[in-house]
């Protein structure tokens, strides 16, 4: 699947700004039920000499600030630690999480080249009802709510303003520049999701209790009191403050309440989910490649009554039990009518970590995923076909001379290699591409599988092969899909052909196939599928020319 969306559960907008009046400031309203969320620092449009701060009441300088508080389901029902668990997401180092935030379009001033820093909130904030975004006039009155002054009813804050993890060198650096003030907010923030993950069950460490957003110190240059700033002389009071002798008013982005289905904040989960399974596509070793690229990957898939389920006792190993995800594989040639294997097992190309120098006729295999197993190994052969022999653990003589013997045979698969060859033409593939399963209708509810059929589009056979076969389909190495809604083309989801690689496509012995979770669209919309191909000649992705439509409902 390679992407998930968690959406927020909770947010608001917190702030120290004047009200209507131009006296008194809104420290105390709460925008909680607001579709909006706010980010801002005005400077100088008061004096703010009847405030009772010291830094305020000794310059002309007052700051007015508002900050976002989000916070997003790491645990519970519907969660990423629940999705972990049951095998949706990887374990840790194998996914990446991203904060994204949409932009607001609107007719107030938009400022430009500023930076916003995601902190760690150290409390565990309440949203509160409040939507008045322009009079702060929704006051929480120490009642339900989080404002300036309190995190929730009757309990301040340590510092107004909020009490974040700032100083923390891993987790205080999050941030983004935006040049022009029009762009999305999209922050890495693996580290910090996976430290919820971890402290959901103790209170060891960090606890989720959502982000703090905010202009970086020297946008904001906020001042809540003495204790934040010396203010025993004008000199330093002035230094600080010539930072921040401009207005950063004002950065909008929409909230989780939003009439706009994506457009509502959301903990993106990324990670490469394809498989590469060479069964269908399987080289014998070749000196025109490296030794990683001779290395050729064949899965096995235990699917009992339509359901994948770990064969006994080989599951997914642990610290304790390392080995118990292991499985082994030996190649066989075929009977003189070539239908099963027979003989010894061939000798495999030893690699020192898959072939080992002891026992050089089998590769050790491994667990993958619930009911997915993998081996991946390099040989040579003169052979039209070889049969791939699966057993667990044991006596591996044993099992070679008897495959059946003790219970230990697995499966038994078999290969047609293939040959690599070097060539005087410098190649352009292009290639026309089928979604052979594609439905009118999907649900909301499922995960849907689409298998590709693709073929090289200047197919050409001679009369005889064209009477009687059709077109030979090929797996396609490296290729990616996107989504886009087709009533305006907005792109729900883009390539991911950079670092995560979570659109990227996989292949088995059927072709190209990927997952997609519905769950991700808005329903009674339809949506266009896209797909692009690496080619290595022009060492650049290329996006095919067709397209495939489908709609999502409920």
Known sequence: MGIKRYIASIDNTITNAFEENLVDRGTGSNMGASDILEVFSIYGQHSGSETNSPAEQTSAYSQELSRILIKFPVTGTISITTDRTNGIIPASGNVNFY??????????????????????????????????????????????????????????????????YNSDPTFGALKQTFDK??????????????????????????????????????????????????????????????????????????????????????????????????????????????????????????????????IPTIDAPTTAEPDRGKIYVSLFSGTSANTAPSGNALKLVQDDTYVTSEIDSVVTGGWVATGIYSASFATTSTLDTLYDVWFSGGDHQEVLNDIGNGGKHLFTGSITPLSLTASYINPSQKYVTAVSNLRAIYSRDETARFRLFTREKDWNPNIYTKAIATPTGVNVESGSYRVLRTIDNYEVISYGTGSDLHTVISYDNDGNYFDLDMGILEKDYSYTLKFAYYNNSIKSWVEQPEIFKFRVEE
């Not at 939507?131 to 510092?159: H, P, R, V």
């Not at 009439?259 to 000196?287: C, M, N, Q, T």
């Not at 490649?289 to 235990?302: D, K």
């Open 99 to 164: 904060l994204r935030m949409f932009n607001v379009e609107h007719g107030e001033t938009l400022p430009r080249n500023f930076t916003i820093s995601a902190s760690a909130i150290q409390k565990d904030w309440e949203e509160g009802t409040g939507l008045d975004m322009e009079y702060y006039q929704d006051k929480t009155y120490n009642a339900e709510g989080s404002n300036w002054i309190n995190f929730c009813s009757k309990s301040a804050w340590a510092k107004a303003g909020g009490d974040f």
């Open 181 to 310: 003030g029009t762009e999305d907010l999209e922050i890495f923030i693996t580290p910090l999701v996976e430290e919820w993950i971890m402290n959901s069950t103790s209170s060891n460490g960090r606890q989720n209790y959502g982000l703090g957003l905010f202009l970086t110190a020297s946008n904001e240059a906020y001042f809540s009191g003495a204790s934040q700033i010396d203010t025993g002389s004008q000199g330093s009071l002035l230094h600080h403050l010539a930072g921040a002798q401009r207005s950063y008013y004002t950065k909008r982005f929409f909230g989780r309440g939003t009439e706009f289905f994506f457009k509502r904040p959301v903990i993106e989960a990324r990670w490469d989910s394809s498989r590469r399974d060479h069964r269908g596509s399987f080289y014998l070793s070749s000196s025109l490649v490296s030794s990683a690229e001779n290395l050729q990957t064949l899965y096995l898939y235990n699917n009992v009554r339509g359901q994948l389920r770990d």
